[in-house]
């Protein structure tokens, strides 16, 4: 596969689940991103690893758990989520200056 | 004042007609500017990327910015209805920061 991908697409799941969001770039990219995007609101930058190490973290609740094993593979671990934590989470990797590229998302429902 | 303002729209317009876009911004250290399209269900794909002020055109899209307005611009010229989808403004100094896009629809 090409560019940017994300699995599962689509994720249904209690507030008491552990589950895991993954993506992974073929891009050759030395810097990967989640986001999450709620209906009517911005793009809402969550976490940024940059050559495998965490260099930013915009106050995401700890029930979010990044980790980033490698350059081309990022996780979004997450536990007892809360309903208002249902959104599309995105995953985007880029290498030189801001030019960010997407991966298709991962619709999460949390009931 | 937010960062990065952006009308939601929706914007509807007959197939053939010339689109414009806009989003303003209040951060003037922004020096990259850029505009993405979403298709229902589909994550964020980056149409356009600019440095500084000035026009670039690719095909059917031209992306305009004045930074002295602190003011940015999309046009799509011959509309199509393929074209319908939301359309988000992006742009960064060290960090990036998006507008809220706009939804677009192309009527046949």
């Known amino acids: 596969e090409t560019g940017v991908t994300q699995t599962p697409r689509h994720l249904v799941m209690g507030m008491t689940n552990k589950k895991s969001l993954k993506c992974e770039q073929h891009l050759g990219h030395n810097a990967m991103y989640w986001y999450k995007q709620s209906a009517k609101k911005p793009l809402e930058l969550m976490f940024v690893y940059s050559l495998e190490e965490r260099v930013e973290n915009n106050s995401v609740p700890s029930r979010f758990s990044p980790e980033c094993p490698n350059s081309s593979h990022l996780f979004l671990h997450l536990h007892t989520l809360q309903p208002e934590d249902s959104a599309l989470y995105l995953c985007?990797?880029?290498?030189?200056?801001?030019?960010?590229?997407f991966g298709p998302g991962t619709r999460l429902t949390v009931l | 004042q937010k960062e990065v303002e952006q009308d939601p729209g929706p914007l509807s317009v007959p197939e053939g007609a010339i689109v414009s876009l806009n989003c303003t911004y209040s951060n003037s250290a922004f020096q990259y500017f850029m505009w993405y399209r979403q298709y229902s269900r589909k994550g964020p794909e980056l149409l356009m990327y600019?440095?500084?002020?000035g026009n670039k055109e690719d095909g059917r899209f031209t992306a305009q910015v004045d930074k002295s307005s602190k003011y940015i611009s999309l046009f799509i010229r011959d509309s199509q209805p393929s074209d319908s989808a939301t359309y988000l403004c992006?742009?960064?100094?060290?960090?990036?920061?998006f507008g809220k896009g706009t939804r677009l629809h192309i009527l046949p």
């Open positions: 985007a990797s880029s290498q030189a200056s801001d030019e960010q590229f």
């Open positions: 600019t440095y500084s002020s």
């Open positions: 992006a742009m960064s100094d060290d960090k990036i920061i």
